[in-house]
């Protein structure tokens, strides 16, 4: 299970970056007709339908099926992709459920243990079905790690991958029989309803951490490994405890960290980085109305400098006029200014430029004219 939440992290991470996450979501769930199918097959010609081999061929055929369906909707209608993509999705999930019920009610089929694939159930596993799990999603992740220049450069541009000579419908194709491959061999362990999540959590929870696709790609198969390890291990420690459900609230647990204390996209860093830039732009704003103010009253004096040591600056009340700005904001504005040597108070309380803030409102009105000049020319 450690090395499916691996895979899963890492085939997720290209998945979220080609915007295809919902597809994942109709992909596992066309997978429930090819595994009910594939043991009324194998019930009828072998006597058991109870091999995992071939439930998993069943789930794949059906989940690339799905998939098809949805690209011949999108290519040859003008259904939207979210349309394609919730008809394909319950369409295939209704006939898994109707086949489903007929294969619970064969001879064989009252002990199949097939909601399994629903829900998950990583304890019914034999070794043989741990073994084959195991090597194939370590094999399905060395797969993406060795495709990871190729990956990577459909994902953030696939015209110019085009342009370049790459083949980018086959790496599509391999991109995808990827997360198949990740889908049917995790429908054991997580179930098909919960597959998605661990497709798609590690890597959106990776995401808050870095801008970085290799530090992003290895986090996200680090935290979907993580999530498959304490969720089994909890799972099995504790009675009735699904793992599927508890491999998916870890994954969130791990999602709701990142989403609070990330370190590029984190709650509390885009808050502290939103108030900085707020005070910025305040500050920058209250210097240009100063230099202006002394500007417009420097004609006759001479420059800006000669106009602070001979003109009375604007008051609280001045500067609340010239722009729509708020008490409170204005006044911690103004009392940073004042901190920083920018400003000080006259004594008929009006505010003054300092020779500093001088040379700082003026570095500020040059680059906002500069740029208002830019504008207006191009």
């Known amino acids: 299970t450690t090395l499916l939440g691996l895979a899963a992290g890492l085939a ?3 998945l979220i970056l080609r915007k295809r996450a919902l597809l994942s979501d109709a992909l596992s769930h066309a997978t429930l007709p090819g595994i009910a199918l594939a043991f009324i097959l194998m019930s009828i010609v072998f006597g058991d339908g109870k ?8 789930a ?3 989940s ?9 909707i999108q290519r040859y209608s003008r259904l939207k992709d979210d349309a394609a993509l919730g008809i394909v999705l319950s369409v295939y999930f209704g006939l898994g459920v109707a086949l489903m019920g007929f294969a619970t009610r064969m001879q064989s089929g009252g002990a199949a243990g097939l909601s399994s694939f629903i829900y998950g159930k990583t304890a019914s596993m034999l070794m043989f079905d741990a073994v084959l799990i195991g090597v194939t999603a ?3 992740a060395l797969g993406c790690l060795a495709l990871f220049k190729e990956f990577a450069l459909i994902c953030f541009d696939a015209d110019y991958a085009a342009t370049q000579g790459w083949p980018v419908a086959w790496l599509d194709f391999i991109m995808m029989a990827l997360v198949v491959i990740v889908t049917v061999i995790g429908l054991q362990a997580v179930g098909l309803i919960l597959v998605v999540a661990l497709l798609i959590i590690p890597p959106s929870a990776a995401r808050f951490w870095t801008h970085n696709l290799n530090h992003m790609l290895w986090l996200s198969g680090f935290i979907g490994a993580l999530s498959g390890f304490f969720g089994a291990a909890v799972s099995a420690l504790m009675a009735n405890l699904p793992a599927g459900a508890v491999i998916v609230l870890t994954a969130s647990t791990f999602f709701l960290i990142s989403l609070l204390f990330g370190f590029e996209r984190g709650l509390i860093r885009t808050t502290a980085a939103r108030r900085q830039l707020r005070r910025k732009i305040m500050h920058e704003n209250l210097l240009r109305e100063f230099y202006e103010w002394f500007e417009t009253r420097s004609s006759g004096i001479g420059t800006v400098e000669m106009a602070v040591d001979q003109i009375d600056g604007p008051d609280f009340e001045q500067l609340l ?10 006044q911690h504005a103004l009392n ?8 000080s108070q006259d004594g008929r309380q009006g505010y003054l430029l300092t020779a500093s803030g001088v040379a700082l409102a003026k570095g500020v009105v ?3 004219r500069l740029w208002e000049t830019y504008l207006i020319a191009h």
């Open 51 to 58: 091999y995992l081999l071939g439930l998993i061929a069943g």
């Open 64 to 72: 690339v099926l799905g998939t098809v369906s949805v690209l011949l």
């Open 321 to 330: 006029e010239r722009r729509s700005w708020q008490r409170r904001p204005l």
């Open 366 to 368: 040059r680059k906002h």
């Open 12 to 14: 997720g991470t290209f």
């Open 336 to 343: 940073r200014l004042e901190k920083e040597g920018a400003i």
């Open 138 to 140: 370590l094999c399905a």
């Open 60 to 62: 794949a055929l059906f």
